[in-house]
């Protein structure tokens, strides 16, 4: 892997986004588990894979951090721009998910200003100040978590979690996609199972 390669012109080395896209994604899986179980009053895994891990938050994060630093020093076109581009995050990835699983994990149909239950008034005013936290606190926070550990490591971690990531959300996406195979394979194996008894 070439982890000292430069990022598509971002001045950032191909490690360090690895190691922000999982820490950020690892980070938003948390915060909304917690929110939704403290809601539901029961366990909610937030996540599409089985581990802790919500990809929207690491590329949206990401995303914000390199678009939007030039407005870094102004905190009002920062809210602004923030508020906009993580609204039409949100609309994007609704559309693709609706494309591909039929279904968005989310729904704001109850919220005043809603636009067919995937975007709200209320959500695109809070994208506005979690910006601004990404800028003010957030990212420097990341950075630290990210430099805690020995690079070495974090090549290693970072390789580990791509695969892990690719492996577990193409099993989920073939279990969203086409639910009568798990069925299937079960039926073949039980088959096998008596067959070899037999």
């Given at each position: ?86 609204t039409a995050w949100e609309f994007l990835v609704a559309k693709v998910m609706m ?25 695109s005013v809070a994208w506005g100040f979690y910006v601004i936290i990404l800028f ?63």
């Amino acid at each position: 892997m070439p982890w000292d390669l430069a990022f598509f012109g971002t001045g950032t080395d191909v490690y360090h986004i690895v190691q922000w896209f999982f820490i950020y994604s690892i980070l938003g899986w948390i915060v909304e588990t917690i929110y939704m179980s403290i809601c539901g009053r029961r366990f909610v895994n937030r996540g599409f894979i089985f581990g802790p891990i919500c990809p929207i938050y690491g590329f949206g994060a990401l995303i914000a951090y390199f678009l939007l630093r030039p407005l870094a020093d102004n905190l009002v076109l920062l809210y602004l721009a923030g508020g906009i581009m993580a609204t039409a995050w949100e609309f994007l990835v609704a559309k693709v998910m609706m494309a591909v699983f039929g279904e968005v994990w989310w729904d704001y149909s109850e919220k005043p200003f809603n636009y067919k239950g995937i975007l709200c008034l209320e959500s695109s005013v809070a994208w506005g100040f979690y910006v601004i936290i990404l800028f003010t606190f957030l990212h420097k926070f990341v950075m630290f978590l990210s430099d805690l550990y020995p690079y070495q490591t974090g090549c290693i971690l970072g390789g580990v979690l791509m695969v892990y990531y690719l492996v577990d959300f193409t099993v989920h996406l073939c279990k969203a996609k086409f639910p009568e195979v798990p069925d299937k394979a079960r039926r073949i194996k039980n088959k096998f199972v008596s067959f070899c008894r037999s």
